[in-house]
């Protein structure tokens, strides 16, 4: 699947992962290849995404999250870390 990572000011991220992990406001959750459609608001947190055996890892400042046809896209605030 696809992950985008976008906040007001750049593109930070975009490419293929197999897993992605997110701050939830009601929690930590979990998106895998062919999650149902869903859109969702972030937390500020540890976001993560494994692409090709290697993981990444950044910080989102909240924001939100949408899932359509396997690509997830996430409108962050901020990245403070990546």
Known sequence: MILE????DN???EGEVSVV???GKNGEF??????APLVST???GNLTYEQGGSK???IVDGGVIEIV???VLV???AVLEA
């Open 5 to 8: 990572i976008i906040t007001p």
């Open 56 to 58: 990444g890892s950044l």
């Open 30 to 35: 979990q998106v895998l290849k062919d999650h």
């Open 11 to 13: 593109n930070v991220f």
């Open 69 to 71: 046809n396997n690509k």
């Open 42 to 44: 972030l937390a500020k």
């Open 21 to 23: 992990t997110l701050p």
């Open 75 to 77: 409108l962050a605030e």
